[in-house]
C-alpha cells in the first residue's frame, strides 16, 4: 500500500567519505523514504543518510551541481561503512 504512494521525483545518490548519501524532491519526509527503501532494498544499499531537497542545484549545462549539494553530519550511531561492490 505505502509502495503505491511513494512518489520520488528525482534523486541522486553520492559516497562521500565512506557514507552513502541520498538527496530527493518529493512531498514525501525523510523518515517515509528511508522506510520504503529499508523495505525494497538489501542492507548494503541503504543509504546513511536521506536529505530532502526542494530542487537540485544544476550546473550551466543543466546537469545536477554535486558539488553544491549539502552533506549533513551523520550520527556515528547511524553510520555503516560504505563498501562498494566488487566483483
Not at 545518490?13 to 523514504?33: G, R
Not at 548494503?44 to 531537497?53: A, D
Not at 550546473?59 to 553544491?68: F, H, P, T, V
Not at 555503516?80 to 566483483?87: I, K, L, N, T
Request: charged share 30%.
Amino acid at each position: 500500500e505505502e509502495c503505491a504512494n511513494m512518489i520520488v521525483e528525482r534523486s541522486i545518490a553520492q559516497v562521500i567519505d565512506n557514507k552513502l548519501y541520498l538527496w530527493y524532491t518529493s512531498e514525501k519526509s525523510e523518515e517515509k523514504v528511508l522506510k520504503h527503501l529499508k523495505y525494497h532494498l538489501s542492507h548494503s544499499m541503504i543509504p546513511n543518510k536521506v536529505i530532502s531537497v526542494e530542487s537540485f542545484p544544476l550546473n550551466a549545462s543543466g546537469k545536477i551541481d554535486k558539488k553544491q549539494l549539502i552533506i549533513p553530519e551523520v550520527n556515528s550511531k547511524e553510520f555503516v561503512e560504505y563498501v562498494r561492490f566488487r566483483q
